[in-house]
């Protein structure tokens, strides 16, 4: 993980990694929690220029790609059969705030993406 007690430092701040974690793999499922504010807890934190930037990765659901076929309780998974067929997508919502350092103005994006746990990457959805 690009922790920011790494040389170099990561955006990762250290005293948030096992929350980081604890978000990735969905424990718990859509975390509430901010990058800024009342309550703040970034994921990520990194200078950008005259701006510094805040993140927050929630892990929202998982959902079976279309055509995989589920079969339950069935003791053998053939092929086209199972899960593993067409593949798992887990959902992460990315939110991120940058600020001036300068003026204190803030900009704020969110996005939403589908990533592949069969190792086939992310592709933005929203």
Not at 15 to 29: A, S
Not at 87 to 115: K, L
Request: net charge negative.
């Amino acid at each position: 993980m690009l922790l920011d007690n790494n040389v170099p430092p990561g955006p990762v701040p250290n005293g948030n990694k096992t929350v980081l974690e604890n978000e990735l793999i969905g424990n718990p499922e859509n975390h509430i929690d901010v990058p800024v504010g009342s309550g703040a807890a970034p994921n990520l934190r990194m200078t950008v220029g005259a701006y510094t930037v805040v993140g927050d990765i929630d892990r929202l659901y998982v959902k079976m790609r279309a055509g995989t076929g589920q079969q339950q309780f069935s003791a053998y998974e053939g092929t086209g059969v199972g899960a593993g067929s067409n593949g798992v997508d887990a959902f992460f919502r990315i939110s991120c705030v940058g600020t001036n350092t300068a003026t204190g103005t803030e900009s704020r994006v969110s996005a939403i993406y589908a990533c592949s746990l069969t190792g086939d990457g992310c592709q933005k959805q929203l």
